[in-house]
């Protein structure tokens, strides 16, 4: 048996991932990762082959490749005298409809088509993430200001994202990069490429071939292994502060409690009442209470002086809304819906010369495509916020903008400002565009912004 199989083996037993003797879907993307998983899990001393299901998702996004992707693992599980499942789903247009991005849009479609398959089967479903994976996530939510939870990475065993009741397991979380590798080279495992993960337009790619990359070469190689052990102490902290969240009995009262257990305790009611929770949802209730806060058009939250987290009465005046839509800008063009605007982008080849073709509208905006990043966020007002109006010197309290532009107080928590990749805020309806992100003389693509309501 191969030394690599060998530990894998060992730490499937440890975890005791598969037990029983149910049905094991192996999800494979043709890639290099889930190919080295299906094949350790085939190894005829682990046992478990007879009990594999092998499954693939087509997220049609890359054409005739991405058809040749189902093609190549379908024909992999026949070598191995597995059953195959497939589904495919058009990614571009979930991402469209929601606003959260093609990553987003595509791991949501995959995981209901395993979420379904797991049903149907009575089966646990195996994933390919590795120990690299485990690093590029926590820089990840480290730059998008993840608490220790996040920080902590994804779970040998989980629950799938879409279904509560489906178990999701991750062999090879434990596996660095470099051991797959070696092992799908001594073993002559084919595997597909996917041009898509070399392009740094995507967030995870530009963690792995450039963050990691400088860190290793700046630091050493040890920076992985001490990120892995700070990702292990994140969860073991997270693990205690949840326990005291769980056992509060509402003694002391919530205002005497460490800061660290109030955040919980105002997490897992959020989770209770199917809210999504944020750094800055859970700042805001656990601060103040009584303190108004919609959270979805029509659904308003409030914490009382006793730490309980409850719906505000529809009539309540909120002080300011926490609802937000997160817009990929990877494509060639996309549009939104939020805060009853639609809201459209589109990237065009040019500069100054092309921005002054375009004129002026009422309606639109242009701007400096590269500076915006990939990923902007659609949301509201919240106070604190500062901005830069193109043509003025340094930042201003976005509420004393609206004051200078003589907006109504009750209208300026319905306004729609967007947030650049970087965190600072590239436009605001009705004022001017952020100095920042104008076209120049060394812009080479722009970005055409369009709104209607």
């Known amino acids: ?40 899990l085939a190894t005829p001393g682990l046992g478990l082959r007879d009990r594999l299901v092998v499954a693939h998702f087509n997220h049609q996004l890359r054409g005739a490749d991405s058809d040749a992707d189902a093609a190549f693992v379908g024909e992999a599980a026949g070598q191995l005298g597995r059953p195959f499942e ?14 959260e991005g093609i990553e987003a849009a595509a791991r949501q479609l995959r995981h209901r088509f395993f979420a379904r398959l797991a049903n149907r089967l009575g089966a ?61 080279t001594q073993k002559g495992i084919g ?39 700070a990702m292990q102490l994140c969860g073991d902290d997270t693990d205690c502060i949840d326990d005291l969240a769980a056992e509060w009995p509402g003694e002391p009262p919530f205002d005497q409690l460490s800061i660290a257990v109030q955040r919980q305790v105002v997490q897992r009611q959020l989770f209770a009442l199917g809210v999504e929770s944020s750094f800055d ?30 719906l505000a009465a529809s009539a309540a005046v909120p002080e300011f809304s926490m609802a937000k839509c997160e817009v990929s800008l990877v494509g060639q063009s996309c549009e939104a819906e939020f805060g009853g605007l639609k809201i459209g982008w589109e990237r065009l080849v040019g500069g100054l010369a092309k921005w002054s ?26 106070p604190g916020d500062r901005f830069q109006p193109i043509g003025q010197a340094g930042t201003a309290k976005l509420q004393d903008l609206f004051v200078n532009q ?47 309501g």
């Open 1 to 40: 048996m191969h030394p690599l199989a060998e530990k894998v083996g060992d730490i499937i037993r440890a975890q005791n991932f598969f037990p029983g003797s149910g049905n094991i879907i192996v999800a494979v993307s043709g890639g290099i990762d889930s190919m080295a998983l299906l094949h350790l």
């Open 281 to 310: 949802l859970v700042e805001a209730l656990r601060l103040e209470a009584g303190r108004v806060i919609e959270v979805a058009p029509g659904r308003r939250l409030q914490r009382n002086a006793g730490g309980q987290v409850e």
């Open 357 to 382: 073709e375009l004129g002026q509208d009422e309606s639109s905006e242009v701007f400096d495509a590269e500076s915006l990043g990939q990923e902007i966020t659609l949301r509201h007002w919240q």
């Open 86 to 99: 497939s589904d495919s789903g058009d990614t571009q247009q979930l991402a469209a409809e929601t606003g």
């Open 406 to 452: 003589k907006i109504p107080k009750a209208d300026r928590r319905k306004l729609v400002v967007a947030e650049a990749a970087d965190g600072r805020l590239f436009w605001v309806q009705k004022l001017r565009i952020a100095d920042a992100y104008k076209v120049t003389d060394s812009t080479r693509e722009l970005l055409l912004f369009s709104w209607r």
């Open 191 to 229: 595997f597909r490429e996917d041009t898509t993960n070399t392009d740094t337009r995507f967030f995870r790619n530009r963690v792995r071939h450039e963050l990691l990359p400088q860190l290793a070469g700046q630091f050493g190689a040890s920076v992985s292994r001490q990120v892995l052990k």
């Open 124 to 184: 646990v479903v195996a994933l390919a993430h590795h120990a690299d994976d485990q690093i590029e996530t926590f820089f990840l939510r480290l730059l998008r200001g993840a608490g220790n939870r996040g920080l902590a990475g994804m779970q040998p065993i989980a629950s799938s994202p879409t279904d509560s009741g489906v178990t999701l397991v991750r062999p090879l979380l434990g596996i660095r990069r470099d051991e797959i590798i070696e092992y799908v």
